[in-house]
């Protein structure tokens, strides 16, 4: 089992995962939001895709034994264990310079967008564009009137998801810098996560 790995706060990280094996991405301090990515390792231009994994499951989030799909509608991960809470988000994308523009931010601001790009980077890989990413831990409730809403992560401290990679695959999170609106708590404070390869 390989040793667990710092997700740093307000940063990204990256790895390799075989068929059959586990991550394991676990909450740290329980508020916070790890933007969630995977790469088909033999072409990462082949990404897992919310749209095609919602029309799979037919839910707005994915629950244990869900597998999400790729763009070529391909299973590459499937959650099999959650302590958390259950309360992730398919819906929203990461985090960029743009959208910290739109919130009244001036100059440089961390973003998911950016940690994504350069955790792929470390690993040698590039891609075209930012896929929308799976957003563990992220509490986005939502009405029958289709409303959406921000709101503080339900997940507790030490908490954690576990998913089986369904094909030879390249994963990358990133410890959402978010530090605006309340979805990493309301203490504006970013934290780090982990993940553990198993």
């Not at 790890?34 to 919602?54: C, L």
């Not at 799976?134 to 507790?156: D, K, R, Y």
């Not at 089986?164 to 504006?188: H, K, Y």
């Amino acid at each position: 089992m390989a040793d667990l790995v710092t997700i740093p706060a307000r940063r990204g990280k990256a790895a390799r995962v075989r068929a059959g094996q586990h991550v394991r991405v676990v909450n740290t301090h329980g508020v916070q939001v790890v933007d969630t990515w995977a790469f088909s390792a033999a072409d990462p231009t082949e990404w897992m895709a919310m749209d095609a994994s919602r029309a799979w499951f037919l839910k707005l989030v994915p629950a244990i034994g869900d597998t999400l799909l790729t763009t070529r509608r391909r299973p590459i991960l499937t959650l099999v264990e959650d302590t958390s809470g259950g309360a992730h988000d398919t819906l929203m994308a990461a985090c960029d310079q743009e959208r910290y523009g739109l919130l009244g931010v001036k100059g440089h601001h961390d973003n998911c967008r950016d940690n994504l790009h350069a955790a792929l980077d470390e690993l040698g890989l590039t891609i075209p564009a930012t896929p929308p990413p799976l957003n563990l831990f992220m509490n986005i409730p939502w009405t029958p009137a289709g409303a959406l809403s921000w709101a503080e992560p339900v997940s507790t401290p030490g908490s954690y998801v576990r998913l089986r990679a369904e094909m030879d695959c390249v994963v990358a999170f990133s410890a959402c810098p978010q530090d605006i609106l309340p979805i990493n708590g309301r203490t504006g404070q970013t934290t780090e996560a982990h993940f553990q390869i198993e």
